[in-house]
């Protein structure tokens, strides 16, 4: 199977963000021809998609960015973690595997361990270029439930309100994805629209993190709670993120996911 029908062949269930065990049902997704394996990792690179980087046996990730790939060494070159502590655990562990998404399509490989090197004058890890990748399909983009205990928040930009005055909620986000979530606010407390545009948001992804994030409010459903009260779920779309924002917003995904798979 080429490389062309792997991309529009669907998996069975919702693809997670967390490494597929590559057992028997998976060999066909696996692309093997170097020359594919190639434009696969450079369109990682053309796209700046973000990259989850497992390794310590899974037990420990970082979300980083490949920066290029040399064909001639065989190797790939991917941005360092912010803690330098991570990194000195990311290079004494002897496999990474690496997940990635392009065009809704999960990108999965594994590569020996890592090296430091530099890249455009600064420093960066180096590896060998895998001999598979894996490329499978998912139905749905993958949002993660939030913990009631622990749940982040939103702090809307002043919205009106049913009654016209201008409102400036705290809402729980329900759902968390790296390009959007979802949250629950009661009806006309403020008054949710799709299509509306909500500049200068915060989010807050739990104590002492927080960030400015630009939304858009894709879809409004309507409902009543268990005490019978008007309630709307709104998604919505987040814009404009820089790149540390967007990288923090997956790194609290995949430790959702991976909470979520050991306490199911």
């Known amino acids: 199977m080429n490389s062309g029908s ?4 669907a998996h069975a269930t919702t693809v997670s963000l967390l490494p597929e065990p590559l057992i028997g049902d998976l060999e066909p997704y696996l692309v093997h021809s170097h020359i594919d394996i190639l434009a696969n990792l450079r ?20 979300v980083t960015r490949l920066l290029g ?38 990108v999965q490989f594994t590569v020996n361990h890592a090296e430091l090197t530099q890249f455009q004058g600064g420093p960066a890890f180096r590896a060998r270029s895998p001999r598979s990748i894996l490329r499978l399909q998912r139905r749905t983009a993958f949002r993660a439930r939030t913990p009631m205990a622990r749940s982040p928040y939103v702090l809307l930009s002043p919205t009106p309100d049913k009654s016209g005055k201008s409102d400036t909620s705290r809402l729980r986000v329900a759902e968390i994805s790296a390009t959007g979530f979802a949250f629950v606010a009661s009806i006309g407390r403020p008054v949710l629209t799709a299509g509306l545009r909500l500049p200068g948001c915060l989010l807050e992804l739990q104590a002492g993190e927080s960030f400015d994030v630009d939304i858009d409010i894709r879809h409004v459903l309507m409902f009543k709670d268990g005490f019978g009260r008007g309630m709307c779920r709104a998604g919505c779309r987040l814009l404009n993120m820089s790149g540390s924002t967007e990288m923090a917003i997956q790194r609290h995904v995949n430790q959702l996911a991976a909470a979520r798979l050991q306490n199911p």
Do not use: C, W
């Not at 990682?44 to 390794?55: E, G, K, P, R, W």
């Not at 001639?72 to 803690?83: G, N, W």
């Open 43 to 62: 369109r990682l690179i053309d796209q700046h998609a973000l990259v989850s980087v497992y390794f310590d046996q899974g037990a420990s990730f970082i």
């Open 69 to 106: 790939v040399n064909p001639e060494f065989e190797e790939l070159i991917f941005d360092l973690s912010p803690d330098e502590r991570t990194n000195e655990k990311l290079l004494a562990s002897s496999s990474l595997t690496m997940v990635a998404f392009l065009n809704h399509i999960k």
């Open 6 to 9: 792997l991309a529009n062949a």
